[in-house]
């Protein structure tokens, strides 16, 4: 420890504060006591464990210490005055306050003064920024707690708990990430953030915030600082294969756990963030790694080594040290360790545990002892150590008690004079120290401790808290405190009542305290029976009031003041294991649903009461009756413990025994409409007990529209004779009043033991869901009847089938009664009526509404329905006839008419007037409507049984079929087709009239069958005429099983004789487009397919010829496939073709035999049975299918895109077998005839269809393309540029068509009128079988090529003859012959593209008579040029090919041969061609000759940047200093000495005369360059200079005009990038240093060196090109580092077309060049690229090799931008993509690269903002301007310029001073050509506020653009915005 401070109180700034408030506090204690005396026991929970009063050494000197106590003493001694009886306690607290002051000590060094305490951290002194050692005690979901040394509690927020989870945000999935990496137990090192005061009520308690982030407590060590054997911590930041990366905290260098020294398996499992402990293992200083071990035993024991000038910042607490015994304090040890620092062990952390009076003797000094750092405190430089055993060993000590446990016969250890007792508790396993403070040891006051307390007595002691890090618990004696029932929160119950003060009332309730200390809560719902709308009124803070409590959760204690919970004597419902059924409790509602009420009890137990036990009236909502937050007394009903459910009733006593005998579930009774409701009737039963019951809407009819006009008509008072209870709901009753209910009554179930499977019971619809529909019986039994269960029809929608309250008959198909489930079908089929239960329920309804709406009508006439009996004859008059029939009206019965039908009218033409007798069929009683007939055959069937007639208008009575019985079959016609029901006569009982249903239960919202007048049916007699069905005779419909009820013995014999081959006479009873349905026999169905009419000849609609009803005689052929829709085994399967139909015994032979005997290329026919979007689906036969592709269905482009209207169900096609598939009996045809194979057969060649894309399948469809073929075809994709179409010729086959096939003749876009999905006519050219590749298959879309491949061409057709013939073959070509061709890529020469074979060369020279400046903009990509061919050479395949016209060719040979026409001394005048760095190349003028100036001829002056001072293009004037006409070259001199004055003149005016056509030129530095003084004179000069010398004026505008071409197309040797820095350059020019350009010009100098060098091989190659290897080998080994020597070698090679020769020649000179020679070895890389790309196989692969080989030998970057440049050329889009996006990850930081994404993308037409946003976050920042103003130049080039002015833009808000900016963007502006636009941009840049040479330069380049665009007044206009700036720069100076 350092020197002590100064002992002055003044240099201490805490002492002072902690005098004074030592004075306060002994007040503020001291009135407290005297207030409430000592009746109140403070409950110290374990947060509030108190600090041991331990003293402590003051940090004042003895004297001042003794000043201090006069002080105290002297207050004291005026205290006593007037409280003579608290004297003595007040001296206590002023020895127990007087060791409290200075607690942490800053000085006691080894010499010097020892102090008397022990470093001691206390709420008081403990600061920010203090190291903490601490055990967690808590973890919650956002913090966690942790124990502190002297029983302190701090809290770590979830983002200080680590550096990772800060910085990361790392969390589990459950959000749980603090549980997840620590524990409670944990031992952590922790620093102080800071220490808060707390907001709540207790003022004097403090909160300390806590951080573990490792970076605050490392702070200060370095990676040097780190040495082996040093115990860090750190977080797990990832985990990898072998091991785990550690974090400590710093970027600047990394740990790693390696697996094999991880821990155990029996330890947990790493995960990321956890935070560990390891001992330095090893350190890779190179890597900056430190390798860490985190065995618990080699940590544990690892001791903190003494290293030399360590600081305190770096001891962190947890970290073991050797330390020696300095001397005993009054309360612990004085130690010393890592020889400067000295630290104190507090009497609770020595060695032992129970420390006696004489520990001291244990300890003597420089005894050597091993401890760790409990706390650093750096502002005092106080340490506190700890001896405990188990922190030693890194362990938190375990504890045996818990808080509140009593403990009898525990030991008195040690007494400590004035401060407490230290106990040994008798715990288990092993005793408990615990502390007990003086004044906690009595109610009383103890005056002397060691007078009422010996060594070794045995007390009483209740443990009142735990310090986790100490290990020691913390008790109390008072007698009080064993009295109370509440001590902690572990000893509150639920349902208990105390007594509590309230302290605080808040928005959310009111906190209260309990006696004993601990805090509750009282919820705002909870603070009274009722609302309170302002609860600070009801509650008064230091009110007692009565509480019950509800729950204790967490420490989390909640109480309820509602006074019926309150004073309740009822048990209490805490658990649910105490509901037992009929407990009888109070709860209180929660809240409510329709279906009931939820009720919470106690210890958040919760129950439900159901609707029914709510004891609610009928049709009355429960939110009427309760209320949430209302207490209910409840009865217990049932309970489930396990499933955590109670079952309760607010009906507290059962109902009485009548009650329950009449309201049993199934009984019938009686009841009277008491009133109505929207939704329901409500009744009561007719009985001695007054009983309620309620019918809902659905069940008062099983007819759904029956129901709604029952309740229409419904009246209160309505007695129903007979309702079915269907289940009990409290007091009331569930009705039903449905007639199939009431009927089946008996057999409907109520529970499981009812139930048998197979069995059919009626039920209701109770509810239905999306996977099936819920049947309920009586009471709560409910069924289940699956989706697939529930109609016979899997594709209805079941709440299209069904609806809520149906009547339904169910099938039990399954009973669980394990699981208490019913499995039901309600199947039709499975379920259909037996009876007429359901009309016979309807008629009866429908007489009972009737009734109804008699009773409230005024019609008198009530007995008229006995006139119209069913089926006797009644005499009426037609009253009006219409064109649905007549209408009879009745004498006797006014209100009452009559209706016949057209169909019943039987041939009568009666008029209006005329008397009829007719037949009654019908009767509505309700619309008092009857039908009648006037068919012969039912009036003359009743004439026959009826007496003689006395009047015609008496009633006549038929006598009763006394044939007619119960479930007989009868034969029956139909008369009348209702909704509901069908009139049925009976021809065979003397024309009977009967009723019979259409629907039935389960079908009555299906689809039902269609009936007409007249039309037979099977029925049987289910209810003869009586009372019960209305009079009426009552039939059922056998339409669900037709052959069921009326089998016979006859029958079924006839039905065995039918076998396949059986000739049947068959009726037909539906037409369909693919088939015709029959019937024959009784009960037997057939069909016919379309195959099965005619033989072999094709019929366009074979079933014109038939008509529904015919008889027609087939033949049986077999019976349908079980998978049809049918899906039924009685279907027969017919014919009638005339060859099945003529002999039998033939027939079955064929039948028998399945055949499918087809072969590839036969002709079939089939009738389309399906089109979709692609495929027609045919029928062939009755098992062989066939499907026709789109595109094989046709090659003419207009029936192709009308495929589906050409098609249509049923139609007929002939087309050819193209592929067969035996497996499926699958056929695919084609619409043309297939060609022979080369053999001339075609053979059965069979090819899987379901795996098209197989190469079996490709090669075998292939096999029928021939060269010629005409296909139709779809284009799938147009490539970009010349790649010309992809076209779809089949499911997966796919053609290509060449740029140069896409048109008959050469037009200039043969793109146009071509897109995507556009049909085409094509034919095949070549097709291309690779043994194992994909099939290429080359198409035309050339008109005139149809039919020329089919014939052979007699001779060679001359290209002048046809001028749109493509050259197939490269023998064809001949020089001077005249071609077409598209222009497919121009860099270094421009390649045409004369056929889809042959592609020609253009030398740049050749392109056209004149100077081309940019050969890519005057010759695009697609371009159509004419041309000659001037060289052809076959074996190499080179075309070489001149635009030039003959004339300038001719010019050009005649100069070349007239060289002898120049001499030596002649002036010539000439443009530049071309500038290179050792000089011009000038085109002489009037000639076609072009002669060199070299560098050192061009200036008197030396020249530093000869492309700076001349562009090609420029008119210069030389001298002819040598011609050689041996070799043809001329040699030229420019200096001023070779000129006279006059042609100097001369020229110069001639250059004045050009540079007004062209006056864009490259910059000049030199000439914009101005001194910066004078600047503001320099602009002046430079505006009125352009008058008096307009050649000068104009050189130095066009100097400070920035060019507009910028030329990215080879990025690699592009100078576009620097175009920022040489205008920044340009502008800045005065202020760049003469170093600069030195550095400048030496680089130039090299790089023209190097110019020169390959421009004399160049030369030397031209003077004698070597012809042969040894002249190349000459060559190379004068030259061997000259890549252009090896590549022409390599070129010379390929000539040959000796591949392997050109492939040793490159490596060769990979191996020779010199390693030093870079750029060298680079160009042979990129030659050995191309000579892979153009004869590598495969290709891909073999570039790939030799890229990898070039990256370990030469610039990585320079590699894949020349293997990108290589895509790039070849139009390898794809691959260059893939390349690119490679690039722009690994070389994310180059501007370059990403300059050629960009640039790759907006080629390709694509949006570039995501690359360019990419390209932002990878690049460093000093490239970002670099980067935008390219991409810029680019967007404006080649993209879209608006995004380029954006561009620009942003970059000038941000720069608005770069002129360099300005300069760029303005050019790219020009370039555009918006004059205005432009214009207003200039008045932007000289609007700025810049320097003045930068000024000078913008007005320069606006003078000049008006120059060019403007005319005499923009220009003075120029002018005079100069002057202006230039004069208020004069007057602002």
């Given at each position: ?293 985190s065995d618990p035993d080699i940590v544990s024991k690892s001791v903190t080594k003494d290293?030399k000038g360590i600081s305190i910042d770096l001891l962190v607490p947890g970290m073991m ?1256 004179h320099g602009i002046q000069d430079a505006v009125f200079e352009t008058e008096e010398c ?344």
């Open positions: 420890m350092a020197a002590r401070p100064n002992k002055s109180p003044k240099k201490n700034s805490r002492d002072g504060p902690k005098h004074q408030s030592f004075k306060k506090t002994s007040k503020i204690k001291h009135e407290s006591k005297e207030a409430n005396g000592r009746k109140v026991l403070p409950v110290v929970m374990e947060d509030d464990a108190p600090d041991f009063p331990r003293g402590g050494k003051s940090a004042l000197s003895r004297q001042e210490e003794d000043e201090v106590r006069a002080e105290v003493d002297a207050e004291f001694e005026a205290e006593e005055r007037e409280l003579k009886k608290m004297r003595k306690m007040k001296q206590k607290k002023s020895y127990a306050m007087e060791e409290d002051l200075g607690s942490l000590f800053g000085g006691g060094g080894i010499t010097g003064k020892l102090p008397r305490f022990v470093n001691k951290i206390t709420l008081k002194n403990v600061s920010p920024g203090m190291k903490l050692w601490g055990v967690i005690c808590e973890v919650n979901q956002k913090d966690l707690v942790v124990t502190l040394p002297g029983g302190l509690r701090g809290l770590v927020r979830a983002n200080e708990a680590s550096d990772i989870f800060s910085e990361n945000e790392v969390k589990d999935a459950d959000g749980n990430y603090l549980s997840s990496i620590f524990c409670i137990g944990q031992l952590v090192s922790c620093i102080v953030l800071q220490v808060n005061d707390d907001k709540m009520e207790d003022k004097g308690k403090k909160k300390i915030w806590l951080s573990l982030r490792l970076s605050l407590l490392h702070k200060g060590l370095t990676f040097d600082a780190v040495q082996e054997g040093m115990i860090l911590s750190a977080y797990v930041k990832s985990i990898e294969d072998h091991g785990c990366i550690l974090h400590f905290g710093f970027a600047s260098f990394s740990g790693f756990l390696p697996i094999k020294t991880q821990t155990d398996s029996s330890e947990a499992k790493m995960i990321t963030g956890q935070l560990l402990q390891g001992v330095v293992r090893s350190i890779d200083k190179a890597r900056r790694v430190v390798y860490l071990s290293l040290v050797n330390a020696r015994v300095e001397s005993t304090l009054e309360n612990g040890i004085m130690l010393s360790f890592l020889t400067y620092f000295t630290g104190t062990v507090d009497i609770f952390h020595i060695q032992t545990s129970f420390p006696a009076t004489n520990w001291r003797e244990n300890y003597s000094r420089n005894k050597k002892v091993n401890a760790r750092i409990l706390f650093i405190d750096p502002s005092t430089r106080a340490v506190g150590l700890t001896m405990n055993p188990h922190l030693v060993y890194n362990k938190a000590p375990p504890f045996h008690v818990k808080i509140g446990d009593i403990y009898d016969g525990s030991r008195v250890v040690r007494v400590d004079k004035g401060l407490g007792l230290l106990l040994e508790v008798p715990s288990t396993p092993v005793p408990t120290p615990a502390y007990v403070s003086i004044f906690d040891v009595a109610d009383e006051e103890v005056q002397k401790l060691e007078k009422k307390f010996k060594e070794g007595n045995h007390v009483r002691v209740r443990i009142l808290g735990l310090r986790h890090l100490e290990g020691i618990a913390v008790g109390v004696l008072k007698a009080s405190a064993f009295e109370g029932s509440v001590f902690t929160h572990s000893d509150v119950k639920p349902g208990m009542v105390v007594k509590a003060k309230v302290i605080a009332v808040e928005s959310f309730g009111a906190i209260v305290l309990l006696s004993s200390g601990v805090k509750a809560l009282c919820p705002l719902p909870h603070m009274s029976e009722f609302d309170i709308a302002k609860p600070r009124k009801k509650f008064k803070i230091g009110a007692e009031l009565v509480f019950r409590v509800l729950g204790c959760k967490s420490k989390r204690i909640t109480v309820t003041h509602k006074k019926t919970l309150v004073k309740s004597k009822l048990g209490i419902l805490s658990s649910y294991a105490d509901a037992t059924n009929g407990l009888v409790t109070h709860g209180w509602i929660t809240k409510i649903e329709k279906h009931g009420c939820f009720v919470r009890f106690y210890n958040g137990v919760q129950g439900f009461a159901s609707r029914n036990e709510l004891g609610l009236e009928p049709g009355c909502d429960a939110s009427s009756m309760y209320h949430v937050g209302q207490v209910v007394k409840c009865r217990v009903v049932s309970a489930i413990p396990a499933s955590r459910r109670i079952n309760l009733s607010f009906i507290l006593s059962p109902m009485r025994a009548a009650v329950d005998d009449i309201a049993k579930v199934g009984n019938l009774v009686s009841c009277i409409v008491e009133r109505l409701t929207p939704q329901a009737v409500i009744v009561y039963v007719k009985a001695k007990v007054y009983l309620k019951g309620s019918i809902s809407m659905e069940h008062l009819a099983d007819h759904q529209g029956h129901a709604a006009l029952m309740k229409s008509n419904l009246k209160r008072g309505y007695e129903f004779d007979q309702l079915l209870v269907l289940d009990v709901d409290g007091n009331s009753l569930i009705l039903s009043a449905k007639y199939s209910l009431i009927n089946s009554a008996k057999q409907i179930p109520l529970d499981l033991a009812e139930i048998h499977p197979n069995s059919v019971v009626h039920g209701y619809v109770c509810n239905l869901i999306e996977t099936g529909c819920f049947v309920r019986f009586l009471g709560r039994l409910t069924g289940f009847s699956p989706k697939n269960k529930a109609t016979d029809s899997e594709r209805v929608n079941l709440s299209e089938a069904f609806y809520i309250g149906q009547s339904v008959r169910s099938k039990i198909v399954n009973v669980n009664n394990e699981m208490g489930r019913i499995t039901l079908s309600l199947k039709q089929s499975s379920c259909y009526s037996t009876d007429a239960s359901l009309i016979q329920g309807y008629f009866l309804l429908e007489e009972k509404i009737a009734r109804l709406q008699m009773s409230e009508s005024v019609v008198t006439d009530t007995n008229w329905v006995e006139s119209f009996k069913t089926g006797s004859i009644v005499e009426g008059e037609i009253h009006q006839s219409n064109d649905f029939g007549v209408v009879l009206s009745f004498k006797e019965h006014n209100d009452v008419f009559g209706f016949i039908s057209h169909y019943h009218l039987g041939g009568t033409t009666a008029g209006i007037g005329s008397v009829v007798r007719a037949v009654v069929l019908d009767i509505s009683v309700a619309e008092r409507l009857v039908d009648f007939s006037l068919k012969p055959e039912l009036v003359h069937s009743i004439k026959e049984d009826i007496s003689n007639c006395r009047t015609p208008k008496k009633k006549r009575k038929r006598e009763s079929s006394m044939d007619l019985e119960v479930h007989q079959t009868v034969k029956a016609t139909v008369e009348i087709v209702k909704e509901n029901y069908l009139v049925l006569s009976l021809p065979e009982h003397n024309n009977t009239i009967g009723y019979a249903s259409i629907t039935d239960y389960n079908t009555q919202k299906l689809p039902q069958k269609h009936f007409v007048n007249g039309q037979s049916v099977l029925a049987t007699i289910e209810a003869l005429p009586s009372p019960l069905t209305t009079g009426r005779l009552l039939l059922l419909l056998n339409s669900h099983s037709e052959v069921a009820g009326v089998s016979s013995s006859k029958r079924a014999k006839k039905r065995s004789s039918y076998n396949v081959g059986s000739l049947v006479e068959a009726e037909i009873t539906d037409i369909k487009p693919l088939e015709l349905s029959l019937k024959f026999g009784i009960g037997f169905r057939g069909r016919v397919h379309i195959t099965e009419v005619n033989d072999d000849k094709i019929v366009e609609d074979p079933f014109s010829k038939f008509k529904i009803g015919q008889l027609l005689t087939a033949r049986i052929v077999g019976m349908a496939n079980k998978s049809e829709k049918t899906k039924k085994t009685n279907w027969w399967e017919l014919s009638v073709r005339p060859t099945m139909l003529s002999g039998a015994g033939d027939v079955e032979g064929g039948i028998a035999k399945d055949s499918f005997d087809f072969s590839t290329g036969q002709c079939v026919t089939g009738y389309v049975v399906k089109v979709d979007r692609e495929w027609v689906w045919l029928a062939v036969s009755r098992h062989v299918k066939a499907r026709l592709f789109l595109l094989d269905s046709s090659s003419e482009p207009n029936e192709l895109q009308e495929f589906q209207n050409r098609f249509h169900v049923g139609k007929a096609f002939t087309g050819y077998i193209f592929s067969i598939n035996k497996e499926k009996k699958l056929l695919r045809l084609v619409s043309r005839p297939l060609c022979v194979v080369s053999n001339g057969e075609l053979g059965n060649e069979t090819v899987n269809m379901d795996d098209p894309g197989s190469t079996n399948s490709n090669q075998g469809i292939t096999t029928h393309l021939h060269k010629g073929d005409i296909l139709g075809g779809r284009i799938i994709k147009i490539f970009p540029g010349v790649g010309g179409l992809l076209v779809q010729i089949g499911p997966h086959l796919y053609g290509k068509v060449h740029f140069t096939e896409l048109a008959d003749k050469w037009v200039p876009n043969p793109l146009l009128g071509y897109h995507e999905g556009k049909f085409v006519k094509c034919v095949v050219l070549e097709v291309g079988n690779a043994v194992n590749g994909p099939v290429h298959v080359d198409l035309s879309l050339r008109t005139c090529l149809e039919g020329i491949h089919s014939q052979k061409s007699v001779g060679q057709v001359d290209d002048v003859d046809l001028p749109n013939k493509r050259v197939e073959n490269i023998e064809d070509l001949h020089p001077n012959m005249i071609v077409k061709g598209y222009v497919k890529n121009v860099s270094k020469g421009c390649f045409i593209m004369l056929s889809r074979k042959i592609d020609a060369k253009i030398l740049l020279s050749n392109l056209s008579d004149g100077f081309i400046e940019n050969p890519e903009k005057e010759f695009p990509i697609g371009k159509l040029v004419n041309g000659k061919v001037l060289s052809v050479e076959p074996l190499s395949k080179r075309v070489e090919v001149t635009l030039k016209s003959a004339t300038s060719r001719g010019e050009s040979k005649s100069g070349l041969v007239d060289l002898s026409s120049l001499h030596v001394g002649d002036v010539i005048s000439g443009k530049i061609k071309r500038v290179e760095t050792y000089g011009l190349f000038i085109i002489i003028d009037h000639t076609n000759m072009v002669g060199l100036c070299h560098l050192s001829e061009l200036s008197d002056d030396h020249i530093d940047n000869i492309e700076s001072k001349y562009r090609a293009g420029d008119r210069v004037v030389a001298k002819v200093l040598k011609v050689d006409e041996e070799r043809h070259r001329i040699s030229l001199g420019m200096k001023s000495l070779y000129i006279s004055d006059d042609t100097s003149s001369h020229v110069l005016s001639d250059q004045n005369n050009f540079e007004v056509v062209d006056g864009n030129g490259t910059s000049d530095d030199s000439q914009i360059s101005m001194p910066e003084e004078n600047s503001l307009p050649i000068l004026a104009q050189a130095e505008s066009r100097a400070s005009i920035m060019p507009l071409e910028v030329a990215l197309d080879d990025m690699e040797n592009s100078d576009s990038e620097n175009i920022i820095s040489r205008t920044q350059e340009h502008v800045n020019k005065a202020d760049t240093p003469a170093e600069k350009n030195e550095r400048r010009a030496k680089r130039k100098a090299k790089e023209e060196r190097e110019k020169e060098i390959m421009a004399a091989e160049a030369r030397l190659l031209a003077k004698d090109k070597p012809s042969t290897a040894d002249e190349f080998e000459k060559l190379v080994r004068s030259s061997p580092n000259s890549s252009f020597v090896w590549i022409k070698y390599m070129d010379f090679a390929l000539s040959l077309s000796d591949v392997e020769k050109a492939r040793s020649i490159a490596e060769r000179a990979l191996r020779t060049i010199n390693i030093r020679e870079e750029a060298e070895k680079l160009n042979i890389w990129v030659a050995y690229f191309n000579i892979e790309n153009e004869y590598g196989n495969p290709r891909q692969e073999a570039v790939m090799k030799v890229f990898q080989r070039a990256l370990q030998y030469s610039d990585p970057k320079k590699v894949h931008l020349a293997l990108l440049g290589l895509y790039e050329r070849t139009e390898q889009h794809n691959l260059a993509d893939e390349l690119l996006e490679k690039m722009v990850r690994k070389y994310k930081h180059a501007c370059k690269v990403w300059l050629r994404q960009v640039q790759s993308l907006l080629k390709q037409g694509k949006d570039v903002q995501t690359t360019v946003n990419r390209a932002l976050l990878s690049l460093p920042r000093n490239k970002h301007i670099k980067f935008i103003s390219q991409t810029g130049i680019l967007e404006f080039k080649s993209g879209v310029p608006d995004r380029g002015r954006s561009m620009f833009e942003g970059m000038l808000r941000e720069y608005p001073k770069r002129t360099d900016l300005w300069s760029i963007y303005l050019d790219q502006e020009i370039r555009l050509g918006d004059v205005e636009f432009i214009r207003a941009l200039f008045e932007r840049a000289t609007s700025l506020s810049l320097p003045p040479k930068k000024m000078k330069f913008l007005f320069k380049k606006y003078l000049e653009f008006e120059k060019s665009h403007g005319d005499e007044e923009r220009v003075e206009y120029v002018k005079r915005k100069a002057m202006e700036y230039v004069e208020s720069s004069l007057t602002g100076s």
